[in-house]
């Protein structure tokens, strides 16, 4: 089990977006599939590309991303509404012969 650093944000060392993650995964998996089908050296490095492909998708990491300083989760968090400090409304549900009396009286 690997232990977070001190100080370390996960959030930052993902700089892929949601569509971009499912796309990966996606395209490895068929990168994948395609080269192992293959049985040849070239389908060994389709497949692998495909297998980096997936785990660039699992992780949410991209180290070229990393490398240019670019972010697609960046974006997306920019258009996600911010968290809502609304406080919760609470009611109280009172009996009807209560609230009758309550009325009458």
């Known amino acids: ?3 977070a650093k001190p100080g370390y944000d996960i959030d930052r060392s ?3 977006g949601h569509a971009e993650r499912l ?15 293959r049985g040849t050296v070239v389908g060994a490095a389709i497949a692998m590309a495909g297998g980096a492909l ?6 949410g ?6 490398a240019m300083s670019m972010s697609t989760a960046e974006r997306q968090r920019a258009l996600e509404p911010p968290p809502s400090d609304d406080a919760v409304l609470a009611v109280d549900i009172v009996p009807l012969a209560e609230a009758a009396r ?3 009286g």
């Open 1 to 3: 089990m690997a232990i």
């Open 14 to 16: 993902i700089n892929l």
């Open 23 to 37: 796309a990966s995964l996606v395209g490895g998996v068929l990168l994948g599939v395609m080269g192992f089908r």
């Open 54 to 59: 997936v785990v660039r998708g699992l992780t």
């Open 61 to 66: 990491y991209c180290p070229m991303y990393n």
């Open 102 to 104: 309550h009325d009458a």
